[in-house]
């Protein structure tokens, strides 16, 4: 156990570890809320209660994000695979194709649902090494024809990710990014995308509320015999509001984004992030038992997934891991082996823990 409070050390892919701090808020915020005699969840979502709640909340991402004016922010629900269908159904153009990127798991699902609803394209993929590079940008061939491009900015299950964005699409290609397992970990620009969508269970809040941040003018793209539910014009011509929104979700959600303003922002998260992942890649790099696979520059700062070098202890390093409190490290059965996934919300103190763990554990095979 950590000293906090006996919390594991908790790297769980998702939903994942939350701050400490902001736990303690929302017990202190239940079930009075600042002398209001009700909880957040227990009042009309359309009252001045939650209204500042929901209003707070985003305006701190956008003051933590850079988001312009020019985009909307929406809460919604369904989840990161709900925009999987809307983003062709609401984004697609009659006659034009999708293209879209597999760089893994996700993206490979992103394209099924995209092909139940319209033409795709896949322009480039790392298939052939079982997912371990974001593929050069310049093979990817030409984007002019495409309704949008749709790539995952971080593949939560092998660890790769994108440092850098294609640059330089017409402003009628918008880049949409699934952003789920990136981001709030480091400032990026929001100005290169057209939609930027995520489901919060991993840097945001508790499962439940899914972020959609679109470019105004796509809105326009969403035709109107589109059900009002299925429709980003819809949702952002009601404020996120068409339907009752995740009440809670969104207040837990507008906590966190108040912790990472106190913690300074995305830049520093960005520092603190790349540390914890550079003290456990060295570690990885450094032992003759633990190994990831993915080339140095597209390695994740968010998801480390790692395999033992003999499969047959796997199981004791999980149980002797649980021991010494540091939990949910199991890795995808799509890759095997370990994950550690060291969200904002990860101590640097946990991901120390985890290294002098595997340390010790290679030591004594
Ligand atoms: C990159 C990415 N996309 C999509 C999903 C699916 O998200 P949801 O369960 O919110 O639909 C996940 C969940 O782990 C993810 O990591």
């Known amino acids: 156990m950590t000293n906090q409070m006996n919390r594991v050390h908790n790297f769980s892919a998702g939903p994942a570890a939350l ?45 933590l994000m850079g988001i312009s004016d020019d ?48 033409s795709t394209r896949v322009l480039a993929s790392s298939q052939d090494t079982n997912y371990t590079y974001v593929p050069a940008f310049d093979t990817w061939g030409s984007t002019e024809d495409l309704s949008y491009l749709h790539i995952t900015p971080n593949e939560t299950i092998h660890g790769v990710e994108y440092f850098n964005f294609p640059q330089g699409l017409s402003k009628d290609v918008p880049l949409i990014g699934d952003m789920s397992s990136t981001i709030l970990s480091r400032p990026m620009d929001v100005n290169n995308f057209g939609l930027i969508y995520a489901g919060a269970q991993k840097n945001i809040g508790p499962a439940g509320v899914t972020l959609v941040i679109i470019r105004k003018d796509l809105l326009a793209r969403s035709a109107d015999k589109l059900p009002n539910m299925l429709s980003y014009k819809s949702h952002a011509a009601k404020g996120s509001m068409y339907n009752t929104p995740p009440t809670f979700a969104i207040y837990l959600s507008g906590l966190v984004f108040k912790w990472l303003k106190k913690q300074g922002g995305l830049d520093a998260m960005a520092a603190i992030n790349k540390a914890k992942a550079d003290k456990l890649y060295a570690c990885i790099d450094e032992s003759q038992f633990f190994n990831n696979p993915v080339e140095k520059e597209f390695r994740s700062l968010m998801n480390v997934p790692f395999t033992l070098a003999d499969k047959s202890q796997e199981a004791r390093f999980l149980s002797e891991a649980a ?11 799509a890759v095997g ?29």
């Open 19 to 63: 701050p400490l701090e902001v736990l303690l808020q929302v017990k202190e915020d239940l079930p009075n809320y600042h002398g209001e005699g009700v909880t957040v969840m227990e009042v009309s979502h359309r009252g001045p209660l939650f209204a500042n709640v929901f209003e707070q909340a985003q305006a701190d991402l956008r003051e």
């Open 71 to 118: 985009y909307e922010v929406l809460f919604l629900q369904g989840g990161a695979q709900t925009q999987f269908a809307l983003i062709p159904m609401n984004l697609g153009i009659d006659g034009k194709t999708a293209g879209y990127v597999d760089t893994g798991h996700w993206s490979k699902l992103a394209i099924k649902e995209a092909e139940k609803v319209g």
């Open 323 to 333: 021991a010494q409190g540091l939990s949910g490290l199991k890795g995808h059965k």
């Open 337 to 365: 082996g370990m994950r550690a996934s060291i969200y904002n919300a990860v101590a640097p103190e946990s991901v120390d823990a985890l290294v002098a763990f595997m340390k010790e554990f290679e030591k004594n095979l």
